[in-house]
Each structure stands twice: as structure tokens, then as C-alpha cells.
């Protein structure tokens, strides 16, 4: 069984930046792609980055180009979202996501949250204007 599990949220004010980290468990970490979702008071669920198994691919939401960056340390089982420059309609729930990925889609972006099999309970990050 593996388990993800966020930290790193909180209250901040705009301009300020943010490091999320998420640390997973119970299975390999280095053959996941990995993603971060977020979910705003009365919104769905969406898509703000990812990086592959490889770590040698990643993609961002338009809404985080130039501001938010993923990264992953397969040494410490860890994958983070360092979030610069947030704004207020960045408050959300942050979600992480693993997905088990075969070595021969090692380079490959998962960007729908159907496609991820495990998922911790989220972290809040509040900006304040």
C-alpha cells in the first residue's frame, strides 16, 4: 500500500513563496510520475504540475508558468512544488499524486487526475492580499 502524504502549506500573503513537499511510501518511489492538483473552495479539481519517473520531463498549469517549479529526490522519496510569487487565487487544497509508470514510459507527463492511483489528503495554502 502506499501512502503520500503533503506538508509544507500555509498562510501567507501575496508575493510570498512556498515550498511543498510530498514524501510517499510502501512502494518504489523512483517508478512514479508524480503530479500536484489543487482544489479552491467551490472548484474542481486541477492540474498544476508534473514530472515524470525519469524526473527528466516536467510540465506546468499555464496558471504557474515562471512562478511554480516541480522537482523530485528519488533519494529522499520526496517531490516538490516550490510556489513563488502567489497570488490570492492560488488558495487552494494542494493535492499529490503518484502513479506506478513502466521504465519504458520513464519520460512520460500525466496531467489528468484519473490517470494517478495514489493520492495524500492535501495541504492548505492561503494567500492573503
Known amino acids: 500500500q502506499v501512502h503520500v502524504v503533503e506538508s509544507g502549506g500555509g498562510l501567507v500573503q501575496a508575493g510570498a513563496s512556498l515550498r511543498l513537499s510530498c514524501a510517499a511510501s510502501?512502494?518504489?518511489?523512483?517508478?512514479?510520475?508524480l503530479g500536484w492538483f489543487r482544489q479552491a473552495p467551490g472548484k474542481e479539481r486541477e492540474f498544476v504540475a508534473t514530472?515524470?519517473?525519469?524526473?527528466?520531463?516536467?510540465a506546468c498549469a499555464d496558471s504557474g508558468k515562471g512562478r511554480f517549479t516541480i522537482a523530485r529526490d528519488n533519494a529522499k522519496n520526496t517531490v516538490y512544488l516550490q510556489l513563488n510569487s502567489l497570488k490570492p487565487e492560488d488558495t487552494a487544497v494542494y493535492y499529490c499524486?503518484?502513479?506506478?509508470?513502466?521504465?519504458?514510459?520513464?519520460?512520460?507527463?500525466?496531467?489528468?487526475?484519473?490517470?494517478?492511483?495514489?493520492w495524500g489528503q492535501g495541504t492548505q495554502v492561503t494567500v492573503s492580499s
Open positions: 514530472i515524470s519517473r525519469s524526473g527528466g520531463n516536467t
Open positions: 510502501g512502494g518504489t518511489f523512483s517508478n512514479y510520475a
Open positions: 499524486a503518484a502513479r506506478n509508470t513502466g521504465i519504458y514510459r520513464g519520460g512520460y507527463l500525466y496531467m489528468d487526475a484519473a490517470e494517478y492511483g495514489y
